[in-house]
């Protein structure tokens, strides 16, 4: 397994050298945001992402100098505060899947070392009906891409009803720093996690 470690300024140029090579390991990627994002899930040329203005207030977008990104995977918006987290996994095997059990892993991961009690509801895991994690999927040329966004503070539930204009489905979000969550061990336990998923250790 290769690890990469990128930023929101440079996130989507990493991932697209990945996208458009041959690739003999499972790819790990990893952000912590240094600024607020907004990402749309379709997979623009880098540099040229675009939001839609029925999708999007733009008015709060551009006058905050949001960030605005786009990764290859199928699913609602992303919307990422300071400190949040952002995993990327690339694989040629376009049969195997790796939210699931990334989901199922972190739950029981928070439970042990945290004592949080978390469900999964589809793509998303929840806390008391509030949203913290939201996973997607997707595939570019040969390629299988998951990703995972992880909520670490409160502040992005003001973020997201900001900028999103679509209602959520859930009863809000919350971030892990509520619980004391250290940011560096939830990055280290998922690729733990993935170096044994890559070799099917499970």
């Known amino acids: ?42 997979w623009f040329i880098p540099g040229k992402e675009e939001l839609l203005e029925e999708r999007y207030n733009m008015d709060f977008v551009d006058k905050n100098l949001i960030l605005k990104r786009s990764i290859p995977v199928r699913g609602g918006t992303i919307v990422s505060a300071l400190g949040d987290i952002g995993i990327l996994i690339v694989d040629d095997d376009v049969m195997n899947m790796w939210c699931q059990p990334a989901m199922e892993f972190l739950q029981q991961y928070l439970a042990e070392h945290y004592a949080i009690k978390s469900e999964i509801d589809g793509n998303d895991m929840l806390i008391g009906r509030k949203k913290f994690v939201g996973t997607a999927s997707g595939f570019y040329k040969d390629k299988h891409i998951h990703a995972m966004f992880v909520s670490m503070y ?37 690729m733990n996690f993935t170096k044994r998923w890559e070799e099917r250790k499970l």
């Not at 003001?158 to 250290?182: A, M, Q, S, W």
Request: glycine letters at 6%; hydrophobic letters at 40%; aromatic letters at 12%.
């Open 154 to 190: 409160e502040y992005t539930d003001y973020l997201i009803r900001k900028i999103c204009k679509k209602e959520p489905t859930h009863d809000g979000f919350v971030g892990l720093n509520k619980y004391k969550v250290c940011t560096k061990s939830v990055i280290t336990a998922m």
């Open 1 to 42: 397994m290769k690890i990469v470690e990128s930023n929101l300024l440079n996130v989507v140029y990493d991932l697209e050298s990945y996208l458009n090579k041959p690739i003999n390991q499972t790819i790990f990627g990893y952000i912590v945001g240094d600024r607020v994002a907004v990402w749309d899930p379709v």
